[in-house]
């Protein structure tokens, strides 16, 4: 599997998100923001950090990068995306994923460790999470409160967009509506979320849960680069 | 305020209002042979400022020891560098930033952070590691809590930006810095040996390229107007020459910087700090024996009509200067470029050992390349606005011997009719001690910090092992077993009464925070914080803490890489408490064998490595319970403290610690009790206490560790003590939920029993008490809401103990 992790100015979890995706045994590269090209990656990692020092708000000036124009193509073309902290920002401002990430309701910066459940393990992102895992990552954001207007927001939940969903006992950190921390798109190939999962990636670190998203992706990724080979076999 | 208002005949003369003296202005014309212009004298102003040329304190640095096995740079770089094997070196620094933030907390402490980060990567060593060290006055004064939100605002603020996490520290509350708050912040990076990079200008005719954000207007004589200067009224005019911090800029320059430095395309960098161009320019050729000429016109502004003598000593943030030699110059470019930041070439090293500033000499790129300019004084064709010898303005700045004078009294006198407190025995003064210790630990000094680190990114950068929850930090190095363990600490309250020993105590203690999870400290770096050295009663303070710092040092075997000096911390309410902040980096061979604090498991002998001495002075007890006039403070034996640091690292080494942590704030009690509430594990330990239970229980005497090893360890760790000559005593087990201390011998039951008192000779809390004190003991103090789940373990502890 190729992982391409972008590279904004500003990101800062961009060598984190490829550790990670090392460590599960991708193959990783860093893609760089003006580059349209993904250079073959099977999964876009948008890292997280304070792209374009994320004035005016987090997030909206990214979305106007060149590599954005690749990671839409790279959508379309049925390939998968995932978003941490500030990635989910740039994917939400992007209208990529449904939603705004609010400034935290304690109007501080939080950083913490938290616990998510894993509301859904049919997805590209969740599918080596076991049925009823919660997940122990680290938070670190100012703005990462969940927002969209009460009928979306039922829509959402109707649609089982919500992935992942801040629980007990540290519970909602942010002031998230329904405690959504992460969530993906109707095509189910795009997903954001604020915890850190590329953080929480090996043991000494205090935690290796976040390992399992970046197992599925590289199941999803083999079996997408499988199917692939396959029907150019038999086209050939 | 105009710095360089035309001198009339009622004003004072230009120099007085620089800041210097009548006889700097005497030795700035002994050594350039004539009268400087304005524009020079504005250079030495801030060159020979108290910040920049270390003119009080020099002398008595020289006396620090600076060699050691590892050490690869020490004093006089931007950073001290340890080697760490495997052809790794660690980069480390403290610096103060504490007036800035007195006058504007935010950018104040913004800047401080991005000032050290800039020290560090400046010699190619990735940042990996800020902690930051704090001290306030009154935390129930709004002043105070205004300045706690601001400057825990803006560490944050710049730490998450840039990605560094921010993993320790300390916070400290005391009186004396109520106007004078401290921002002490220290970075530690990590470096290639092969990369490591000198702020040099060698080659005459290689260029000086300056890179990063524009210069502008703010942080005019930052050095000289307020880092060198008591307060008196009216400071908030003071808030032009604090500096503002763009953490997205220094990002950029980070990663830029680096990229120059890995691909070898720069001979030389320095960052601009204090006194900007001025210093960086002056201080590398002086390093490398050259000159440099800087034309004013090159450098990009972000304003117009600046005077020639701002843009030279601005310190706008976020600025770089390389010398590159002129073929690599293209490549240098387009490095800046891609990572969209401006740079321009601004001068060209010279051989002539002058900084010579001049105006209106093109430096267009494809002229200063044919038009190779080796002696400064060639130029004298264009206008020529200052020529000074580099060395007059660093290595050769003027130098003093301050006068020193022990002050007649160290301790504030009792109030008139405030009653005298006899005796500080516990339980005879009829003191629950489990009420002792829940108030210490529920105190603004003790408690948990989690209201202010959970404002701080950690975990950015996945190296974070532990951190701001314990004593030391502890960051693995990718690529290798090993880890660096990091502290930073202080001992004012010692120090206002005795500063030897407060020096001392602070390095001891920084030490042994390392120590106890298992690594070999490597090198010490500091920042010594004092008031007005031109008052020979500070400047005693000062001396007398350089010599405990040296004296604690040459006992530890520990080299001094580095450090900064910050006088004139004094307001018209008076000077701060002197505080030398001792930063300490140590190396853990195998990350996997780190010892934590927490209690490790059920069933474990506790046991308390050294012993007390008498002495409450200066003790969180005695802010609670006050100290009686007669005490005094625990001493330091070093012979004693160094023993029981080799002897803790042979027992971690041997695996025979389950857990170990300091006796440091709080006392045993609280050491216990935090071993209790970090490990989830409580325990049923007996104490015995003497005619002092108060000393024996919360005293803070240094030189102790409580221990626990399994049951069939017991016997190594004996004998281990008895080979080092050290007290060892067996405490009790761990086990439960609650942590029972029981007081025995003859401190303790009789007492309380015959006066009736109805006081227990125990303390026996739930560890559920113990957290929900500590927890809530800051977030009260400052009048903010408690954190909304306190009760939540770190990270560092899951899968243990459950």
Known sequence: ?236 | MTLLAPPTAESAPLHRALGLTDHELDAIVERIGREPNQLELAMFSVMWSEHCSYKSSRRLLATLPVRGRDVVAGPGENAGVVAIGDGLAVAFKLESHNHPSAVEPYQGAATGVGGILRDIFTMGARPIAILDALKFGDPAEPGTRALVRGVVQGVGGYGNCVGVPTVGGELVFHPSYAEDPLVNVMAVGLVREEHLTRAVAPGPGNFAVLFGSATGRDGIGGASVLASAPFGEGESSKRPSVQIGDPFAEKLLIEASLELIHRRLVEGLQDLGAAGITCAAAEMADRAGTGIVIDLDAIHRRETGMEPFEVMISESQERMLAIVRPERLDEVRAVCTRWGLPAAVIGQVTDDRHVTVVQGRSTERDRVATDRVTDGASLLSHAVLARIPAAALTSDAIVYDRAASRPARSRPAPAPGAPPIAHDGLPERGTDPAAVLLALLGSANVGSRAWVTRQYDATVGTDTVAGNEHAAAVMRVKGTRKALVVATDAAAQVAALDPYLGAAMAVAECARNVVITGARPLGVTNSLNFGNPERPEAFWQFAEAVRGLGDACRSLGLPVTGGNVSFYNESPAGAIAPTPQIGVVGLLDDVERLVRPGFGAEGDVVALLGDAVPGLAASSYAEIAGAAPEDELPSLDLERETLLQELVLTAARRGLLRSAQDVSGGGLAVALAECAMWGGVGADVALPVGSAPAAELFGESPSRVVVTVAAGSWDALRHLAAEHDLPLRRLGVTGGERLRVELVGEGATGAAEERGAGVADEIDLALSDLRYAWDHGLARALGAEPPPDAHDRSPARTGRGR
Not at chain 1, 2 to 7: L, N, P, Q, S, T
Not at chain 1, 181 to 200: F, K, T
Request: hydrophobic letters at 40%; aromatic letters at 6%.
């Open chain 1, 1 to 236: 599997m190729r992982v391409g992790v972008v590279v904004f100015p500003g990101s800062n979890g961009d060598r984190d998100a490829l550790h990670a995706a090392r460590l599960a045994g991708a193959e990783a590269e860093l893609v760089w923001h003006e580059s349209t090209d993904l250079g073959g990656s099977d999964v876009v990692v948008l890292p997280g950090g304070f792209a374009y020092g994320d004035y005016i708000r987090a997030g909206v000036l990214a979305r106007f990068s060149p590599v954005m124009g690749g990671v839409r193509q790279h959508v379309a073309q049925g390939g998968l995306v995932l978003g941490i902290c500030n990635g989910f920002q740039v994917l939400a401002e992007a209208g990529l994923l449904p939603g705004a990430l609010l400034r935290n309701a304690s109007l501080r910066f939080e950083h913490r460790w938290v616990r998510v459940a894993v509301e859904r393990s049919d997805t590209p992102f969740t599918r080596a999470i076991p049925r009823g895992r919660t997940l122990r990552l680290p938070i670190a954001h100012g703005e990462g409160r969940y927002f969209l207007p009460a009928p979306d927001l039922e829509g959402l939940e109707a649609q089982k967009q919500v992935v992942f969903r801040y629980v007990a006992p540290e519970g909602n950190p942010n002031g998230s509506a329904h405690d959504i921390a992460g969530v993906i798109d109707v095509s189910g190939r795009v997903c954001g979320l604020m915890p850190h999962p590329e953080r929480a990636s090996e043991p000494i670190l205090g935690s290796d849960d976040g390992m399992l998203v970046f197992r599925s992706l590289l199941e999803s990724a083999a079996e997408t680069v499988g199917a692939g080979r396959e029907s150019a076999e038999v086209v050939g």
